[in-house]
Each structure stands twice: as C-alpha cells, then as structure tokens.
T-cell receptor, first 114, second 112 residues
C-alpha cells in the first residue's frame, strides 16, 4: 500500500566494508540494465551498466552481477565510503517497437556509518 | 549538470493553478523524458519524446501536458487536473544508443 512505498529498503554498513545492493527485475526479455545513484535532492547519476550477454562487469570500486536465471541484479561496492551514501536504483531497458523505455526499481537506501 | 538544466529547482503552487517546469539540454540528444518521483518510490514515466514535434504518454500522463517544439527543450505543464502534483520531477535525455538516461537535477513542486 501507500505507506509501504514510503519506506525504502535500507542497507546500513560501516565505512570500509563492502556493500551489496540487490535488485529483482521483471522482464526476462530485458537485455540491458543500469545502476543509478541518487543523492538527496539531486537527479540520478549513472554508475555502471551491463548487457545480458554478460554476467559480471567491473568498474572503479563497483561490480555488477547479473543472474538471468532468477532475474536478479546486484551492485557490489568495495570499501564503502561516506560519499557512497545515497539511494541506488536498478533499471531495465524494455524494447517496445520504435521506442524503448527504462523501468526503474523502487531503490535501496545505502547508509554508511563512519 | 551534464548539460541538462531544469528550472525552477523549487516551486510552490496553489491548488487549481497550472505550472510549467522547464527542461533544456545541450547534449544534442534526440530523446527527452519526464519522470515523477515520490518519497521512497522509484521513478515513474510521465511523457517522453523521441523527436521534435512528437511525444508519447508514459505510465502516468493524466493531468500533465508537454510540447517539443525544439530539440533542446521539453517543458512539462502540471495542470490543475493533476490530483496529487506535489512531487520531485526529473527530466532526462538519451542519445538513443544504449538506452542510458542522463538526468537533470530535478524540480521539486509543492502544492499549498
């Protein structure tokens, strides 16, 4: 219901620990996925993407894992820092004829404790 | 940031008034989008435009209107017909290649 939607899943970690944020996607035909980071009061920023022909992709301090069998994405952040505190969204790209749409998950709040 | 400018950043409106949110981009991207974000929720698509003079409704278009007269501009009007307009509005663009969206900094609309 509406009240459930007001409370984001929250992951609380200690500074320096590794973080793992999970996301389930809905469409088995989706073949492109993106992780976004959104700091309070700002627009989302691209972190990393992955195509369905891969199961792992690494960036700087971040790794995305894709499990197509169970339609699951995860974002791993190594050595989490206070500046990583934000809401993290996964998004899947749906192909629809002439137009494609990104469908966003509800997000996970990452809180980094100093 | 990133060549997408949204204005105003904060806007207050009385019930029954229309308000227009501006989105300008200098990225030369063909596609532009408007999303709405409510507290603790994901982004919901309001309208999108793939080319100039053409736009399509997203998932929650009721009570909103848009225009795309120029490639650089995609203003969103929140009309009095929108029953719950208080929200954070995000404009985004894409080049149409990978599907990655680039976002503006958002406009927060509060209806008093």
């Amino acid at each position: 219901g509406e009240s459930v939607g007001l409370h984001l899943p929250t992951l609380s970690v200690q500074e320096g620990d590794n973080s793992i944020i999970n996301c389930a996607y809905s469409n088995s035909a989706s073949d492109y996925f993106i992780w976004y980071k959104q700091e309070s009061g700002k627009g989302p920023q691209f972190i990393i993407d992955i195509r369905s022909n891969m199961d792992k992709r690494q960036g700087q301090r971040v790794t995305v894992l894709l499990n197509k069998t169970v339609k699951h994405l995860s974002l791993q952040i190594a050595a989490t820092q206070p500046g990583d505190s934000a809401v993290y969204f996964c998004a899947e790209l749906l192909y629809g004829g002439a137009t494609n749409k990104l469908i966003f998950g509800t997000g996970t709040l990452l809180a980094v404790q100093p | 940031d990133g060549g997408i400018t949204q204005s105003p950043k904060y806007l207050f409106r009385k019930e029954g008034q229309n308000v227009t949110l501006s989105c300008e981009q200098n990225l030369n991207h063909d596609a532009m989008y408007w999303y709405r974000q409510d507290p603790g929720q994901g982004l919901r698509l309001i309208y999108y435009s793939q080319i100039v003079n053409d736009f399509q409704k997203g998932d929650i278009a009721e009570g909103y209107s848009v225009s795309r007269e120029k490639k650089e501009s995609f203003p969103l009007t929140v009309t009095s017909a929108q029953k719950n307009p208080t929200a954070f509005y995000l404009c985004a663009t894409s080049s149409g290649g990978t599907g990655e969206l680039f976002f503006g900094e958002g406009s927060r609309l509060t209806v008093l």
